[in-house]
Nanobody, 121 residues
Framework: QVQLVESGGGLVQAGGRLRLSCTIS????????MGWYRQAPGEQRELVAS???????TYGDSVKGRFTISRDNAKNTVYLQMNGLKPEDTAVYYC???????????????WGQGTQVSVSS
């Protein structure tokens, strides 16, 4: 159907920065909301940030002012610029998108495989 390929994770020291990317490919009719979620060990998956086709953004309280989400609709790609990283940002980050496939009517939730972000103190 569709594939979501994430990149940009890694290990960084506290205060550092990383940029995550996620590109969607496949039988895409349209993409609505795109976003990033994260899940730390023993924790529930939580919203980091999301962005609509028109550019309206939503952020989790813990990342406001530090992270910025953006998207390139022509490239079916969503980005997450993470600045001022803290050890508590350590988690697996997952790309998410509401994707409508070609010749279908209803979008469905598509997920990437996850990319590890580790922040050392």
């Amino acid at each position: 159907q569709v594939q979501l390929v994430e990149s940009g994770g890694g290990l960084v020291q506290a205060g550092g920065r990383l940029r995550l990317s996620c590109t969607i490919s496949g039988r895409i009719g349209s993409i609505n909301v795109m976003g990033w979620y994260r899940q730390a060990p023993g924790e529930q998956r939580e919203l980091v940030a999301s962005i609509t086709t028109g550019g309206r953004t939503t952020y989790g309280d813990s990342v406001k002012g530090r992270f910025t989400i953006s998207r390139d609709n022509a490239k079916n790609t969503v980005y997450l610029q993470m600045n001022g990283l803290k050890p508590e940002d350590t988690a697996v980050y997952y790309c998410n998108a509401a994707v409508r496939l070609i010749n279908t009517y209803n979008p469905y939730d598509a997920w990437g495989q996850g990319t590890q972000v580790s922040v050392s103190s």
